[in-house]
């Protein structure tokens, strides 16, 4: 009588897990299926954005998940332009934004509407300031030139006339080494 009952206790656990099952997706297909959007009602969604911390003049990647897979068209202070939004290939809506190059460095809002009414969406991309500035030559070198390195009108004249005066000094004692060699080899 016992097996009689526990099996009958698992038949009512197992109906009551497995029964519910169709009656919620029939009364709940806008909360399973992503972007559908049932009579009277607009869906919203989030902006993915990539990377969400940019440089002002750069490009961001966008990612929505509603409008169905049709058109939509974002807006930003930070874009340069609106981003119009395509189907990709996993389902989902893409665009890309390029970040204006006067944009100040802060957080701005972006606001996707698809272009049929259906559904809209929100996100934030951040707008960071990088400035490169040129710099001096690298203050580094065996002996006195990296003191060189620091002075920004060069040698000066002084260096070169001695420069010169040494490479003339080489050059004679090279060209006499030369003369001394050949006289040497004929006698």
């Known amino acids: 009588m016992r097996s009689a009952q526990l099996t009958l206790c698992a038949g009512v656990v197992l109906a009551a897990v497995i029964a519910p099952a169709p009656t919620a997706l029939a009364l709940a297909p806008a909360a399973l299926a ?4 049932t009579d009277n009602e607009e869906s919203h969604g989030s902006v993915t954005v990539t990377p969400s ?5 750069g490009e ?3 990612r929505i998940g509603i409008c169905g897979g049709k058109k939509a068209i974002g807006h930003s202070e930070a874009f340069s332009s609106p981003a119009h939004f395509h189907p990709a290939a996993d389902g989902v809506m893409f665009a890309e934004a390029r ?3 006067d944009a100040e ?3 701005y809002g972006i606001h996707v509407k ?16 990088h400035r490169v500035e ?3 030559p690298v203050r580094a070198g065996g002996g006195g030139t990296a003191a060189l390195a620091a002075d920004t009108e060069g040698p000066g004249t002084p260096y070169t006339l001695i420069g010169l005066g ?21 006698h």
């Open 114 to 129: 698809c272009e049929d009414g259906s559904g809209s969406a929100d996100g934030n991309v951040t707008v960071v300031h």
């Open 166 to 186: 040494l490479a003339g000094v080489a050059a004679v004692a090279i060209a006499g080494r030369s003369v001394r060699k050949r006289r040497g080899t004929t």
């Open 60 to 62: 961001v990647d966008l």
């Open 134 to 136: 040129p710099t001096a």
């Open 105 to 107: 460095g802060r957080d």
């Open 34 to 37: 992503p972007g559908a959007v």
């Open 53 to 57: 911390t940019i440089a002002a003049g």
């Open 99 to 101: 970040i204006r190059s």
